[in-house]
């Protein structure tokens, strides 16, 4: 596709389900980054992808998040055991390489009742 | 520690009225990189401009003009002759390059440009 994908764009979920947030970046952009942005807020930083590996995870907000980057391409977020907490848009962006200039996608919209 | 400061939180202008927007990093990093984006009310960030640290020159794009200054640890942006399209939320962000690449973003500055 032509710009960063998201799915879904809203997901609601009631707290202590697991979900899973998927991005498709730009093809042939090495590198693949997941903010949240909480309502208001600016965007944190959670984790990138150099390739499938992701150097640092320290941004990520507790071990219920992990992030996972197959075949270079596409990525997962998945949430274990969300709270209400966890409620924001959470972006993905990819770039050419790392470091260069971020393309975000859309959001997806995440609430949990 | 790494920080970006956008002290604004909202500003109000009339069209065609400038306005300019701060931007203040921290960074004991040498090298780095600082980037502004345009957040309109659709929500998707859009890219204006990147600046690495060994870059001062200031740069002018149209109505957009951003202003680079490493004495004041600076990066603030202006727009001349603002207009309605303008309005959005504008964040300011610093790529450090050490280590594993840190992403740090500002709180952002919400413009309102009113016809």
């Known amino acids: 596709g032509a710009g960063v994908s998201q799915s879904p764009s809203n997901k609601v979920t009631e707290k202590g389900k697991d979900v899973e947030l998927r991005c498709d970046p730009i093809s042939g952009h090495t590198a693949l980054y997941w903010y949240r942005q909480s309502l208001g807020q600016g965007l944190e930083f959670l984790i990138y992808?150099?390739?499938?590996?992701?150097?640092?995870k320290s941004g990520l907000p507790s071990d219920r998040f992990s992030a996972e980057r197959t075949g270079g391409s596409v990525s997962t977020l998945t949430i274990q055991r969300t709270q209400q907490e966890d409620s924001a848009v959470y972006l993905c962006a990819s770039s050419l390489y790392v470091p260069d200039t971020q393309y975000f996608g859309p959001g997806t919209r995440l609430t949990v009742l | 520690a790494q920080k970006v400061t956008q002290a604004q939180t909202e500003i109000s202008v009339v069209e065609k009225e400038d306005v300019t927007l701060d931007c203040v990093y921290e960074t004991r990093d040498t090298t780095y990189y600082l980037f502004w984006y345009k957040q309109p009310p659709s929500g998707e960030l859009v890219f204006l401009i990147r600046r690495n640290s060994f870059d001062e020159q200031n740069e002018i794009s149209g109505r957009y003009s951003w202003n680079f200054q490493k004495s004041t640890s600076s990066f603030n942006f202006t727009i001349t002759a603002s207009q309605v399209v303008d309005s959005a939320v504008y964040f300011c962000a610093l790529t450090i390059t050490s280590g594993t690449y840190k992403y740090i973003f500002g709180t952002g500055t919400r413009l309102k440009v009113l016809a």
């Open positions: 992808f150099q390739g499938n590996s992701a150097p640092d």
